[in-house]
């Protein structure tokens, strides 16, 4: 058995839907205290379900000019449309990862975690996700791709 890990503001009389609600008080919380950044919006969700819950965190708007997708990731796709990523590059940014990493601390910090992937033991206080929205990630490459195909046919890249 695994030792338990707990989230510094662990409690274990709250319900999942108190920490989802807790978690967008601290996501709020952190956007004016600048340890996010102002423009952020993110959505919280909240499920219960057979053998526990979970709480989702999807960043539905970010600050304009904030890039999501990782430039050399987008250019390598398009040099190579057909071509299984062999080549690996992240998808996002540096500053889109740290984004998403302070969220699933924020996130973290409510939770336990007493897992062990070796024996394929799950024990968790809740499940959670942290990621962005579809939508949001796929115009952000899109408008990047379009930027780089442009620089590409005029010859500045």
């Known amino acids: 058995m695994s030792e ?64 999501l997708a990782n430039p050399e990731r987008i250019q390598w796709d398009l040099e190579h449309p057909y071509a299984s990523s062999t080549k690996v590059l992240p998808l996002y940014t540096a500053e889109a990862m740290a984004l998403l990493l302070k969220l699933k601390a924020l996130l973290d910090a409510y939770n336990y975690d007493g897992s062990d992937i070796m024996t394929d033991y799950f024990n968790v206080r809740f499940y959670g996700d942290v990621r962005f929205d579809h939508d949001l990630a796929q115009a952000d490459r899109d408008r990047l791709a379009a930027t780089l195909n442009t620089a590409t046919e005029n010859g500045w890249a």
């Open 4 to 67: 338990i890990v707990y989230g510094n503001k662990y409690d274990k009389d709250l319900d999942t839907a108190e920490i989802a609600k807790r978690v967008r008080m601290d996501i709020k919380a952190a956007i004016a205290s600048g340890d996010l950044p102002k423009g952020l919006k993110a959505s919280v969700r909240m499920d219960r379900f057979a053998g526990g819950s979970s709480i989702d965190i999807r960043v539905t708007q970010v600050p304009q000019g904030f890039t």
